[in-house]
T-cell receptor, first 111, second 114 residues
Framework: GEKVEQHESTLSVREGDSAVINCTYT??????FPWYKQEAGKSLHFVID?????DRKQSQRLTVLLDKKAKRFSLHITATQPEDSAIYFC??????????FGTGTKLQVVP | EAAVTQSPRNKVAVTGGKVTLSCNQT?????MYWYRQDTGHGLRLIHY???????EKGDIPDGYKASRPSQENFSLILELATPSQTSVYFC?????????????FGEGSKLTVL
């Protein structure tokens, strides 16, 4: 079945710098790629997603890039702020099936 | 705002005991899911459901049962709890294949099996 790998387990950036979190997937039929944020001690909530019919999607300071050939997608956060500190999970799914998650990247934004 | 609520939020159980984790959603979503979160593993799917009366196995179903008696409620049942089932469990609801395929998560249920 689908396997989603998240390459950075931790990432530390200075406030105001950019952060990039990378994920790869194995199932060429995967078509939906969401990202979720989990703040310390809390649940997960959705932040941004991308579907396989586009290769880039932006929402304010967040951009997702999708490279279907390489089976890779990434989350880019610009102008990082302390409130961006959290664990970020990538996920992938085939249309209509359940989402499989990466292992999470703990982002620390240092003042 | 979509709402998924779980109970109990914290549970301590003994090995061999029965544990039921409950989930209620007011989103009117057809699909509901139970994941467990463990360090180094991310979230792994245990069971899911397409609607009332339906339950399906996810990636790690062994030792767990699920029940979906209604659109709103989805339970995870551990008939004979083991220490390896100590974890944080998240329920989620969603409608894959729609314009908004995102999942809505509950607050989590922390289970400790002694």
């Amino acid at each position: 079945g689908e396997k989603v790998e998240q390459h950075e387990s931790t990432l530390s950036v200075r406030e105001g710098d950019s952060a990039v979190i990378n994920c790869t997937y194995t199932d060429t039929a995967s078509s939906y790629f969401p990202w979720y944020k989990q703040e310390a001690g809390k649940s997960l909530h959705f932040v941004i997603d991308i579907r396989s019919n586009v290769d880039r999607k932006q929402s304010q300071r967040l951009t997702v890039l999708l490279d279907k050939k390489a089976k890779r997608f990434s989350l880019h956060i610009t102008a990082t702020q302390p409130e961006d500190s959290a664990i970020y999970f990538c996920a992938a799914s085939n249309s209509g099936t359940y989402q499989r998650f990466g292992t999470g990247t703990k982002l620390q934004v240092v003042p | 705002e979509a709402a998924v609520t779980q109970s109990p939020r914290n549970k301590v159980a003994v090995t061999g005991g029965k544990v039921t984790l409950s989930c209620n959603q007011t989103n009117n979503h057809n699909n509901m899911y139970w994941y467990r979160q463990d360090t180094g593993h991310g979230l792994r799917l245990i069971h899911y459901s397409y609607g009332a009366g339906s339950t399906e196995k996810g990636d790690i179903p062994d030792g767990y049962k699920a029940s979906r008696p209604s659109q709103e409620n989805f339970s995870l049942i551990l008939e004979l709890a083991t220490p390896s089932q100590t974890s944080v469990y998240f329920c989620a609801s969603g409608e894959p294949g729609t314009n908004t395929g995102q999942l809505y998560f509950g607050e989590g249920s922390k289970l400790t099996v002694l």
